[in-house]
């Protein structure tokens, strides 16, 4: 550790963002980072503790805590305070393909896990990897491998979603030839087209494909294998295959008026704008539109906020957001000790902004959509909520949520957002390939592995373990790649 007393001389610090009046009139990343010599000194907070749970990815109370990808975190902390770049970007690649991904959209399971936060302020670990891995496209350590020795192995990787993009870059680097098969017009699955460009510029991710595709990685895109057809031609092609298609199938609502025109699943909200903006600068009627609208979203996850400030971004005349569950805490409490994750209090970068716009928080605790309601044409015109509440069953113990009588309110809403969650993977491509689901619609494996019922045929990430973290869909596709490697050659150095 080079600087020993680092947590105690220095007070955690964190980029700064651009106020929410201003960045809302764009779609670009708005935060403001720290200068090298600052993020030098956020590093030296680090103590290199004996026990560094940040990135022990240990299970406590069904939760994961610290990093799922067993970041090498103190290591690289203590380069980054040592100004060596290079050394802490190649310690930092050893065990996360995508560096710039995770430092932007990854909720920290590092930080929850931090020492220093057991009696302080968390070392600033996440922004720490931002300035590892983009000091490192800048200084040019960040290139292309040509040199790869090619083993004659083919292999298939069906979506190019996080997992599907970390399965495929590193087989790549192990000498097989892969091809990447998406279903959309653009590489990137969930990166590009679940996550808004503001919180994760597209450029980033269009950075890193032409990287892969220069080490040899090939790219099919508007490739949907929804049929035996395709799915028996690709697995008679290759020596093996990687289903990575996500956990896509929304969750609906059985609602009164739920057939209103006015609601639109969230994934596809955002998919539109995302679309509009790379292919057409946002031109009119090219997306789903919240201007001067009233916008209702269900929902209490980072879909959700997406969902607020991208409408806050389109001119919505207001925005709700709902969700089932009551106010988180702002701090842990004793059921919740370090060093295990909980979910605290924060306004997000959505919640700023419609604060910021419409001067209240959007969010509404403890209430669920009792009936949408429709004008005489068919389109939504209003949203009448209830609150709900938990209540234990006397003989099970267990609780769940009820709806309480004669707390129904009405709300103006043009537009409705579904930001449920997702309830497991697209059933077309599991029967198209003849794989097995389990019983929340996830692709069923081998009990600890990612080999399916099928010969050949594994899967990883969401399609595997259903709705997750961007970090586990990377740890999912380079675990997947490491068995694919050895059920071709026998043993795996990966």
């Given at each position: 550790m080079g600087q020993n007393l680092g947590f105690l001389k220095y007070r955690r610090k964190t980029s700064q963002s651009e106020e929410p009046l201003d960045r809302?009139?764009?779609?670009?990343?708005?935060?403001?980072?720290?200068?090298?010599?600052?993020?030098?000194?956020?590093?030296?907070?680090?103590?290199?503790?004996?026990?560094?749970?940040?990135?022990?990815?240990?299970?406590?109370?069904?939760?994961?805590?610290?990093?799922?990808?067993?970041?090498?975190?103190?290591?690289?902390?203590?380069?980054?305070?040592?100004?060596?770049?290079?050394?802490?970007?190649?310690?930092?690649?050893?065990?996360n393909n995508f560096p710039e991904f995770t430092s932007r959209v990854c909720p920290a399971l590092c930080e929850s896990a931090c020492t220093c936060g057991l009696d302080g302020e968390a070392v600033s670990s996440h922004e720490n990897e931002f300035a590892i891995i983009e000091n490192a496209y800048d200084m040019g350590y960040v290139k292309a491998r040509r040199d790869i020795p090619r083993t004659g192995k083919k292999i298939a990787v069906i979506g190019s979603g996080p997992a599907g993009l970390a399965a495929a870059d590193q087989l790549n680097l192990r000498g097989h030839s892969v091809d990447v098969y998406e279903r959309s017009d653009r590489p990137g699955g969930l990166l590009m087209y679940g996550i808004p460009n503001m919180k994760l510029e597209k450029k980033v991710i269009d950075r890193r494909i032409r990287i892969m595709e220069k080490e040899g990685v090939n790219f099919l895109t508007d490739q949907n294998i929804n049929t035996k057809k395709k799915a028996d031609e690709i697995i008679s092609r290759y020596d093996a295959v990687i289903l990575c298609c996500g956990a896509s199938k929304?969750?609906?609502?059985?609602?009164?008026?739920?057939?209103?025109?006015?609601?639109?699943?969230?994934?596809?909200?955002?998919?539109?704008?995302?679309?509009?903006?790379?292919?057409?600068?946002?031109?009119?009627?090219?997306?789903?539109?919240?201007?001067?609208?009233?916008?209702?979203?269900?929902?209490?996850?980072?879909?959700?906020?997406?969902?607020?400030?991208?409408?806050?971004?389109?001119?919505?005349?207001?925005?709700?957001?709902?969700?089932?569950?009551?106010?988180?805490?702002?701090?842990?409490?004793?059921?919740?000790?370090?060093?295990?994750?909980?979910?605290?209090?924060?306004?997000?970068?959505?919640?700023?902004?419609?604060?910021?716009?419409?001067?209240?928080?959007?969010?509404?605790?403890?209430?669920?959509?009792?009936?949408?309601?429709?004008?005489?044409?068919?389109?939504?015109?209003?949203?009448?909520?209830?609150?709900?509440?938990?209540?234990?069953?006397?003989?099970?113990?267990?609780?769940?949520?009820?709806?309480?009588?004669?707390?129904?309110?009405?709300?103006?809403?043009?537009?409705?957002?579904?930001?449920?969650?997702?309830?497991?993977?697209?059933?077309?491509?599991?029967?198209?390939?003849?794989?097995?689901?389990?019983?929340?619609?996830?692709?069923?494996?081998?009990?600890?592995a990612y080999r399916t019922n099928r010969d050949k045929v594994f899967a990883a990430g969401d399609m595997r373990r259903g709705q997750s973290l961007v970090v586990w869909a990377i740890k999912e596709g380079r675990e997947a790649a490491k068995e694919v490697d050895m059920f071709l050659n026998g043993y795996t150095n990966l």
């Open positions: 809302i009139k764009h779609y670009h990343e708005f935060h403001l980072y720290l200068s090298n010599e600052e993020q030098s000194e956020q590093a030296a907070r680090c103590m290199e503790c004996g026990v560094p749970y940040c990135q022990s990815a240990m299970e406590i109370n069904g939760r994961t805590t610290g990093c799922p990808l067993n970041n090498l975190v103190p290591e690289w902390n203590d380069l980054l305070y040592l100004r060596k770049y290079e050394e802490a970007y190649k310690r930092l690649r050893k065990t929304p969750r609906d609502m059985d609602v009164e008026g739920r057939d209103a025109d006015g609601i639109y699943f969230a994934v596809d909200f955002l998919t539109s704008t995302t679309k509009a903006l790379l292919d057409t600068d946002m031109k009119e009627g090219t997306y789903i539109s919240a201007e001067g609208k009233n916008v209702v979203i269900v929902g209490s996850g980072d879909t959700a906020n997406d969902c607020v400030g991208t409408a806050v971004r389109h001119g919505a005349k207001s925005v709700m957001q709902m969700q089932r569950h009551g106010k988180p805490p702002v701090f842990r409490d004793e059921d919740h000790p370090w060093p295990e994750y909980v979910n605290l209090f924060k306004n997000d970068y959505g919640q700023q902004e419609a604060i910021a716009v419409y001067g209240k928080d959007p969010r509404i605790y403890g209430a669920t959509v009792n009936r949408f309601i429709k004008d005489d044409a068919g389109k939504l015109s209003a949203v009448e909520i209830i609150n709900v509440q938990p209540v234990k069953d006397a003989k099970t113990g267990r609780s769940s949520m009820q709806t309480v009588k004669g707390t129904e309110k009405i709300y103006p809403a043009e537009i409705a957002l579904i930001a449920a969650g997702f309830t497991g993977t697209e059933p077309e491509v599991a029967k198209a390939f003849g794989v097995e689901l389990d019983g929340r619609t996830n692709v069923k494996t081998v009990s600890g």
